[in-house]
């Protein structure tokens, strides 16, 4: 194995060394920090049940985390004055009604936290409402005819680039987002779509060129408006790599890098480019593992981060509380329903979900590992266990703690609950044929485990312990009655 140092570890060491030699024999100074960057990807523009104290107590929540940057990402969740069409699918959203954004980004810097705009170029919420009125400017498929709808919480159409007014109408859009709702922000965060591209004539092959004419454009504008400002791009437009998305490829081009730029990485989308990670101002990496409980996954990824000299990690924190209009991710039966943030349908509606503690015991796993991804299972779990239980924790509360999150991380997708949180979606499932008798029995296992932790710490004092037989007692009330049957068999 080769011992390469990244430019920021190379540096961290030589200072290290001077101080060593100049003051010799005093005590060691505190280790700089493994990543420049720490926080987490947010969508906010897909919690219309969340208003300020709710998201103002996340804040908060992230500072506790140790963060000190967030991806607040907001298209199609304010209100547009120059493009009302773009949010008029969330007209019940609190910051489309009340606007609090720019009041938390205003908090969030009390706490030390940088806070930046996210969307997507020619896609994704808001920004595909705008074929409503001009459905001349969707894209094409590679059928050559117009695509089809397509989205997550807003249904819509991605834009053709290479058309003179989708570039008008995402430059306006996103200026009108930064620099008149959202002055205060620290930068962008310029998501490249991961699904779709234009397959017309004058796109094809040149489709990130064109998405590049527009993301130069308001990276320069924000840097002429805020030298410091930081704007996050994606690596297609300089790496010339083959793009393998989820539903497509795509050949990423290769533009003149500016080393102004932060580059953002993840596992489904963007490849890690160590030649253009060394010339960033900043590269961060992603994955899903916090938003899906999966504490090994948050572990893998700080190292993994850390690994391509990553100036940041940057997961997804991110849930949702919209009523889905359409069928997403495959299951009909959550059509017409409001999304439960996290599978938590014990919170009322618009209470935050993040200080139960399945997701408190995601949040420490970050804090901890993003300091330090070599963090042992033991010292983990001692830190865990002092935070949720004081410090006379016991090892089972910490394992129960554990067996919650691995319920309701259990078969998760992005708009999808877990399967132990939602009877009438596990029902839905068996009478379609997708719930195979092994898959019943490891739901009736995983419920016998979540009846024992009622059983230990029905009669608790501590509020820890309490919070654990209180959260138990809800996944196994759901189970009761008619419902006990959808496992049988
Ligand atoms: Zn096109």
């Known amino acids: 194995m080769t011992t390469t140092l990244c430019r920021r570890q190379f540096l961290a060491t030589t200072a290290a060394g001077s101080l060593g030699l100049v003051a010799f024999g005093a005590p060691a100074r505190a280790a700089a920090p493994v990543f420049a960057q720490r926080g987490y990807y947010l969508l906010?523009?897909?919690t219309p049940t969340l208003g300020y104290e709710a998201c103002r107590d996340l804040v908060d929540c992230l500072a506790e985390d140790g963060a000190n940057t967030v991806v607040l990402w907001i298209a199609g969740g304010f209100r547009s004055k120059r493009f009302p069409l773009t949010w008029q699918y969330n007209v019940e959203h609190a910051n489309v009604r009340e606007d609090f954004i720019g009041g938390l980004i205003r908090h969030a810097h009390t706490r030390g936290i940088q806070c930046l705009l996210g969307f997507t170029p020619f896609g994704y919420d808001g920004v595909n409402q705008y074929p409503l009125e001009h459905p001349e400017l969707k894209a094409i498929g590679k059928d050559g005819k117009p695509v089809g709808e397509f989205g997550i919480h807003c249904w819509g159409w991605n834009l053709c680039p290479a058309k003179p007014e989708s570039q008008r109408f995402m430059m306006e859009y996103a200026r009108e987002m930064a620099f008149d709702f959202y002055p205060d922000a620290d930068g962008l965060f310029i998501e490249s779509s991961d699904y779709a591209i234009c397959h017309c004539a004058e796109c094809g092959p040149k489709h990130f060129d064109h998405e590049f004419k527009f993301v130069r454009a308001l990276s320069e504008e924000t840097w002429a408006r805020k030298p410091q400002a930081t704007v996050v791009v994606y690596p297609?437009?300089?790496?010339?790599?083959?793009?393998?998305?989820?539903?497509?490829?795509?050949?990423?081009?290769?533009?003149p890098f500016d080393p102004r730029w932060t580059l953002f990485f993840t596992p489904h989308s963007a490849a890690l480019e160590p030649g253009l990670i060394a010339r960033a101002k900043g590269s961060w990496w992603w994955n899903e593992a916090p938003s899906r409980f999966d504490l090994p996954g948050?572990?893998?990824?700080?190292?993994?981060?850390?690994?391509?000299?990553?100036?940041?990690?940057?997961?997804?924190?991110?849930?949702?509380?919209?009523?889905?209009?359409?069928?997403?991710?495959?299951?009909?039966?959550?059509?017409?329903?409001?999304?439960?943030?996290?599978?938590?349908?014990?919170?009322?509606?618009g209470a935050s979900p993040y200080r139960e503690p399945p997701m408190?015991?995601?949040?420490?796993?970050?804090?901890?590992?993003?300091?330090?991804?070599?963090?042992?299972?033991?010292?983990?779990?001692?830190?865990?266990?002092?935070?949720?239980?004081?410090?006379?924790?016991?090892?089972?509360?910490?394992?129960?703690?554990?067996?919650?999150?691995r319920v309701f991380g259990t078969d998760r997708d992005w708009t999808v609950p877990a399967p132990l949180t939602t009877p009438g979606l596990v029902e839905s499932r068996r009478k379609s044929g997708r719930l195979d008798a092994k898959k019943r029995a490891f739901l009736r296992d995983q419920l016998a485990r979540v009846r024992a932790i009622v059983a230990r710490h029905r009669d608790a004092q501590a509020p820890g312990a309490r919070d654990l037989a209180r959260i138990a007692q809800w996944l196994t009330d759901q189970w009761q009655g008619a419902n006990a049957a959808f496992?049988?068999?």
């Open 487 to 489: 496992l049988e068999g």
């Open 236 to 255: 297609h437009y300089f790496s010339g790599a083959k793009l393998r998305f989820a539903f497509t490829e795509a050949l990423a081009t290769k533009q």
């Open 44 to 46: 906010p523009c897909r």
């Open 360 to 405: 408190r015991a995601a949040r420490v796993a970050y804090r901890e590992y993003s300091a330090n991804p070599d963090l042992s299972d033991a010292a983990f779990q001692a830190v865990l266990g002092r935070e949720l239980f004081g410090p006379d924790w016991q090892p089972a509360q910490v394992e129960d703690t554990l067996e919650l999150c």
């Open 298 to 349: 948050i572990r893998a990824g700080a190292r993994r981060a850390r690994e391509a000299c990553g100036t940041g990690f940057l997961p997804s924190l991110e849930c949702y509380s919209y009523v889905q209009t359409h069928e997403e991710f495959g299951e009909p039966w959550l059509k017409g329903r409001r999304q439960v943030p996290f599978g938590f349908g014990w919170l009322a509606e």
